[in-house]
Nanobody, 118 residues
Framework: QLRVVESGGGLAQSGGSLRLTCAAPGNTLEYYAIGWFRQGPGKEREGVSCISSSNSSTYYADSVKGRFTISRDTSKKLVYLQMNSLKPEDTAVYYC???????????WGQGTQVTVSS
């Protein structure tokens, strides 16, 4: 069982930035593809960005392309989501999803709240 923890959420003004971090305390995320999802008020959960386990592929939803950047740290224990030029519509609970390569077993974090004021 992998425990996934998100951090870095908070309150930001429109046009501001936040950096979210996904971690698995005591474990490496090296063998996991990582996805960031979000669920806004009254909305369904949607995919925001993901990165392959080898870092060779990344994906961004059209709504965040050019503003958000997903990356891993060199220790491969953390995955970041750098969020720039934030908009009020980015307000949501952001979740990290870790998918074990080969097995496809996935793990979700509890989420971190991001609120963007206009």
């Amino acid at each position: 069982q992998l425990r996934v923890v998100e951090s870095g959420g908070g309150l930001a003004q429109s046009g501001g930035s936040l950096r979210l971090t996904c971690a698995a305390p005591g474990n490496t995320l090296e063998y996991y593809a990582i996805g960031w999802f979000r669920q806004g008020p009254g909305k369904e959960r949607e995919g925001v960005s993901c990165i392959s386990s080898s870092n060779s592929s990344t994906y961004y939803a059209d709504s965040v392309k050019g503003r958000f950047t997903i990356s891993r740290d060199t220790s491969k224990k953390l995955v970041y989501l750098q969020m720039n030029s934030l908009k009020p519509e980015d307000t949501a609970v952001y979740y990290c999803n870790a998918v074990r390569i080969m097995s496809g077993v996935d793990y979700w974090g509890q989420g971190t709240q991001v609120t963007v004021s206009s």
